[in-house]
């Protein structure tokens, strides 16, 4: 408060001295503004800093695991070469990105697909209101895949963290009792942007809780952690 206030005894020190306060003030206010500046950058570079961090050590861990496999399935096999272990390495990072990169996306299906592109992150946005508080800033969105008669495109939605994503989709569930006039959000549900490897694990998983759905319907049979579980339904 000392810097953005001039102490009485200052000005009239400069009052009785004669000094020009036209040019002191503007001065005083100069240096102040550098200092807030220099400070906020700081700031921002210890943010940046740690978001490198982050996805920096998110990476790793990734490679680490990619490697990791390899490095048992090569222990059983003849010694590789150099170009090998090279392509091998290129092969980890390059998962390790990728999986980085689709963290922060996440799938809705069951949007109809007469929307333009114009309305597409209206419609993501209305969606999003019924699970999330606050809502979280869309970076993008997107419909994938080829448009077919009586089907409806997924759309990708890429949002600014991966945290965000995971909390959107704890939410999900929050669609199948929301009420609107003009969306039937208890047809969409959300998901993860899966890998082609993580949608046919996925759909095994499918396929195995509709078995245990037919095979044990005294029960409640869904999927969680990548595994089937089940539970006895309420009375």
């Known amino acids: 408060q000392q810097e953005h206030v001039l102490p009485i005894k200052a000005v009239v020190s400069t009052q ?18 550098r200092k807030m500046l220099k400070l906020q950058e700081e700031q921002l570079d210890a943010v940046r800093e740690s978001v490198k961090q982050d996805v920096t050590s998110s990476v790793r861990d990734s490679v680490k695991s990619e490697l990791k496999s390899w490095a048992s399935v090569a222990a059983n096999s003849s010694k590789p070469t150099d170009a090998v ?24 299906y069951g949007v109809k697909d007469h929307l333009s592109t114009e309305d597409l992150p209206t419609m993501v946005n209305e969606i999003l209101q019924e699970v999330a508080y606050p809502v979280p800033e869309i970076m993008g969105a997107c419909r994938v895949g080829v448009q077919k008669e009586g089907n409806y495109r997924p759309i990708k939605v890429t949002l600014f963290h991966a ?18 006039s003009t969306v039937d959000f208890a047809k969409i549900y959300l998901a993860p942007d899966r890998s082609k490897e993580e949608r046919s ?33 309420k009375a």
């Open 16 to 33: 009785s001295t004669g000094t020009d306060q036209s040019s002191f003030l503007p001065s005083k206010i100069c240096e102040t503004s």
């Open 85 to 108: 272990v090279k392509k091998t390495v290129q092969k980890a990072v390059n998962s390790a990105m990728e999986s980085d990169s689709r963290s922060k996306n996440l799938i809705m």
């Open 163 to 180: 945290e965000n994503v995971k909390y959107v989709l704890s939410k999900a569930s929050k669609l199948r009792t929301a009420e609107s």
């Open 201 to 233: 694990a996925h759909q095994q998983l499918v396929m195995e809780m509709k078995r245990l759905n037919t095979e044990k319907p005294s029960q409640l049979h869904i999927i969680r952690n990548n595994r089937v579980i089940s539970f006895d339904k």
